[in-house]
């Protein structure tokens, strides 16, 4: 009932599981997936452009399932948002994220994905800084990513993104063109970073949104970052738009810490 995705993930099915007792059954093993070990952090370089040098990796969270194979996170983010356990998956992740991040050479930045559900916790600033303190890596090495989805996220959240800034961190805002409130939120959302969706990077069509946020990404002063960059034309395409950095397979598939840090020996890094 499975179908065997990119780069070997086992991807489940959209709504296989969905409901009921299956669903109570993710939930039970995921839980017991975070607390024993079964979590694994696989980072995507993310390159210059022009150039296609290394200027960090965005971490992307795997499940070593014991009877499955390694799962992506399309086949329980969904179930861990909906049931909190996002909270400590994402807690582990930056942990994890950070400590490996520490460990690679010069200004390397990690990029960590955080819920919107996260951002709202109170003591998530906390959590940052934490984890910062215990890895040893410098605040501004460290992006968190933020999807729009979150920007009327409610609760601590508009105090917690400024809390983050104040720490040294430095924000992106994910998958972006793909939700209802773009302008807005480049007015009131502190970011220092936007992230192109990859659906607005086209094989072969126009490029006219993509032009268009590198555009804003301009008028704002901020970095602008193509994602699911798959082939030499696009990376040229971006570039001549004025895009900063570039991921995507093109350059690099998301890879284990250890494979990273054999790359990262291998070459020069910015
Ligand atoms: P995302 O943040 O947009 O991450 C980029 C996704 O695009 C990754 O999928 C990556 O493998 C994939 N990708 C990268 N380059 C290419 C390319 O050239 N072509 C194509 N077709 N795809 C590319 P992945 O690893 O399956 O992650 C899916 C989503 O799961 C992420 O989307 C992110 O929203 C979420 N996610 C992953 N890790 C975490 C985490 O630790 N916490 C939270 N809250 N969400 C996470
Ligand atoms: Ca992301
Ligand atoms: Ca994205
Ligand atoms: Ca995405």
């Not at 930056?94 to 930045?109: K, N, Q, S």
């Not at 109170?122 to 460290?142: E, I, K, Q, Y």
């Not at 395409?237 to 950095?245: F, H, I, N, V, W």
Request: hydrophobic share 45%.
């Amino acid at each position: 009932v499975k179908a065997r995705g990119e780069g070997g993930i086992e991807r489940y099915r959209p709504g296989m599981e969905a409901r009921g007792a299956e669903r109570r059954r993710l939930v039970a093993d995921l839980h017991t997936a975070i607390t024993s070990g079964q979590l694994v952090t696989h980072f995507q370089p993310v390159v210059t452009l022009p150039g296609g040098r290394i200027t960090g990796a965005e971490a992307l969270v795997r499940w070593q399932h014991p009877s499955e194979g390694l799962l992506g996170p399309g086949a329980f983010i969904e179930a861990a948002e909906q049931s909190g356990l996002i909270v400590a998956l994402g807690a582990w992740v930056l942990r994890d994220a950070t400590r490996e991040a520490a460990t690679w050479p010069g200004e390397l930045t990690v990029s960590v994905n955080v819920s919107a559900r996260q951002l709202r916790e109170t003591g998530f600033p906390d959590l940052v800084a934490a984890a910062l303190r215990d890895s040893g890596l410098p605040p501004h090495r460290l992006t968190v990513e933020i999807t729009e989805s979150l920007a009327v996220g409610g609760g601590a959240t508009a105090g917690n993104l400024q809390a983050l800034r104040d720490l040294g961190v430095r924000l992106s805002l994910d998958d972006f063109g793909t939700g209802a409130s773009t302008l807005s939120l480049l007015a009131s959302c502190p970011v220092d970073q936007i992230k192109l969706d990859r659906s607005f990077v086209p094989d072969g069509g126009s490029f006219a949104i993509a032009d268009a946020v590198a555009q804003m990404a301009r008028a704002f002063g901020l970095q602008a970052v193509a994602e699911g960059v798959e082939t030499a034309e696009q990376a040229a395409r971006l570039t001549a738009l004025g895009y900063d950095r570039a991921q995507g397979f093109h350059f690099a598939r998301p890879m284990s810490a250890a494979d990273l840090r054999a790359r990262l020996a291998g070459e020069v890094v910015v």
